[in-house]
């Protein structure tokens, strides 16, 4: 059962383990780079993160996900993914969808997620 946290908190969540697949590793100032947010806003969200038990921050900077940051990160980057590639099918402009998917992968029930997941898989295989 996913934790209701911030949807803020579950965007930074997300963006970590983005940069993380993508990088192998990520220090504060890439998350500042990918959000196009400012340092102090990346460092007092990394703090209470780290603090909410969500993340470990070490010694070198390196900020890796904990279990419970890491059920969030993966939920809403499995939302994301999915959300947008169903707008995407049904016409959305990709931009546009993706966009789209931000704020409607965070509203979005479970229960709701599920069915549009159980969708997508059906067409998937009738394809």
Excluded at 56 to 74: F, H, P, R
Excluded at 93 to 103: F, H, Q, R
Aim: net charge negative; glycine share 4%; charged share 25%.
């Amino acid at each position: 059962m996913i934790m209701k946290i911030q949807e803020s908190a579950e965007n930074y969540l997300e963006t970590i383990l983005i940069i993380k697949n993508r990088k192998g590793v990520v220090r504060s100032i890439d998350i500042v780079n990918e959000l196009e947010f400012s340092k102090p806003s990346v460092s007092v969200a990394m703090k209470n993160l780290r603090e909410n038990g969500y993340i470990d921050v070490d010694d070198n900077g390196y900020i890796s996900l904990l279990a419970k940051g890491m059920e969030i990160a993966e939920t809403m980057y499995e939302r994301h993914i999915a959300i947008s590639s169903w707008l995407i099918a049904i016409g959305v402009n990709p931009e546009t969808a993706v966009e789209d998917a931000c704020k409607i992968e965070h509203v979005i029930s479970a229960e709701s997620f599920e069915a549009v997941k159980n969708y997508l898989t059906d067409i998937n295989k009738s394809e």
